[in-house]
């Protein structure tokens, strides 16, 4: 059973679902491995009784979905954001598979502030590159090579199934002194740098070849801490103010 401590930390978020009956074995599938936690965004066609039928005991999560319009609104104070996806994109996101978990939550559960997300995409095409981006990692569930889309539903139960096998054994009773940074701090971070190489003139802003998107996937990768994060952002502000002393 997973300690209640710990519930809450975790969020499942469906973007733009188009079946109500996925959502439905949504709720089912997270509630059967103790969360509780499931956001929508821009889903089709719910509420909807297919979605309620389809819950079968875990109406109460679909009573308290949180539905939003932009997926940046419930990552906000995110500390650690996996994106579900199989495909391979043009320039490659931090991956790791389902088994892959443990080391990573354990760190992330020591921090006082966590919230972990889980993202997964629409049934036809996933996550697209920019929503892929806005997580820490990309996720992979291993499938066969010669037929690996897995059903919404059936996804979301495979990994809270593995999930609720990592934690189950974390004790969340361990006195937490550090705070992570969220999904905001990296973006104001990562919006810094951006700002102060168009200053620098590091790149052709009417050619960026993917600058920012592989600084994005830097940062994430690297995973600052608020200290860390910190001494950046003042780094980043010397460099302007001796730009400003010298127009």
């Not at 495909?87 to 598979?97: A, E, L």
């Not at 997964?120 to 095409?125: H, L, P, V």
């Not at 590159?129 to 010669?146: A, G, R, S, W």
Request: with cysteine.
């Amino acid at each position: 059973m997973i300690d209640s401590a710990l519930k809450n930390k975790f969020e499942f978020i469906l973007v733009e679902p188009s079946h109500p009956g996925n959502i439905g074995a949504t709720a089912r599938a997270i509630k059967n491995m103790g969360f509780q936690n499931l956001s929508l965004i821009n889903p089709k066609g719910f509420p909807d009784d297919e979605a309620f039928f389809r819950a079968k005991g875990a109406k109460d999560i679909l009573e308290n979905v949180k539905i939003y319009n932009d997926l940046a609104k419930p990552l906000k104070d995110a500390t650690l954001i996996f994106g579900t996806s199989a495909r391979t994109r043009t320039i490659p996101w931090p991956t790791r598979t389902s088994s892959e978990l443990h080391s990573i939550l354990k760190k992330a559960l020591t921090s006082k502030n966590a919230k972990i997300c889980f993202l997964f995409g629409r049934e036809i095409s996933g996550l697209s590159n920019e929503e892929l981006q806005m997580c820490d990692f990309q996720i992979k569930i291993p499938t066969d090579e010669n037929f690996s889309s897995i059903n919404l539903s059936h996804a979301v139960q495979i990994i809270s199934y593995v999930l609720k096998m990592e934690i189950e054994n974390i004790d969340s009773s361990v006195e937490k002194n550090t705070e992570s940074t969220t999904f905001n701090d990296n973006e104001y971070l990562i919006d810094h740098f951006d700002k102060v190489m168009k200053q620098v003139d590091f790149y052709d802003q009417e050619n960026p070849k993917q600058v920012k998107t592989r600084m994005r996937r830097l940062i994430k990768r690297l995973q600052p801490d608020k200290l860390e994060m910190g001494i950046l952002r003042g780094f980043l502000a010397k460099i302007e103010q001796v730009l400003n002393k010298k127009n």
